[in-house]
């Protein structure tokens, strides 16, 4: 019974190539975040959806299209994948927008040669 | 702005010695303070949290108070552990933006030596 949960755990792939992760929290969350994480360890959040509605779009390529067909679940595709976006890609969620606790998934070992 | 400072790593410590990160923030609003823990090859969790001014948020022997006057929120623990070798996040959220992100700081690595 995972609560915030992110497919697949490793992608290997070319540059150039386009690739898709996906996130699902069973918790009944209404918000739910993207983040990347760099080899140094710093965090920067690139997207958040409450209700299915985009509410943080940090400046991130338009390479970069999130989707959320529902409240549970965020996927994340990524088009003409280059060097610069080998990261851990984290999904979160939390109750609401707000002072909550965000939980977070296991995280995506992107890596593109 | 907002924002949060954390003291650079990594600390390496013995079992047992006291531990100390510090945590300095600039907010334009009112925030909560928070600390989250990264362990190897996981997500992030929360470990505490602090609502308002001289709240001490503590858990798993880890504390930490809100100190407005210092705008800082230092994570101290008075025995470390070897499994308590992690990542630590401070961050703030800003209880008046109707975003509700939090700023995370840079992360600081903590490993503990047996």
Redesign the interface.
Known sequence: DTA?SQTPKYLVTQMGNDKSIKCEQNLGHD?MYWYKQDS????K?MF?Y?NKEL??NETVPNRFSPKSPDKAHLNLHINSLELGDSAVY?C?S?Q????????????TRLTVT | GNSVTQMEGPVTLSEEAFLTINCTYTATGYP?L?WYV?YP??????LL?A?KADDKGSNKGFEATYRKETTSFHLEKGSVQVSDSA?Y?CAL?D?GS?????Y?G??T?LTVWP
Request: proline share 2%; net charge positive; hydrophobic share 40%.
């Open positions: 915030v918000t140094k360890k710093f965090l959040i958040s409450n509410i943080i984290f979160a939390s609401a927008i707000g002072d909550y606790e965000q939980y977070f998934g296991p995280g | 909560s928070f990264q090859g996981e997500g992030l969790q929360l949290k609502t990542v996040f959220s209880r109707t975003l509700g992100r939090l995370f840079r992360g690595q």
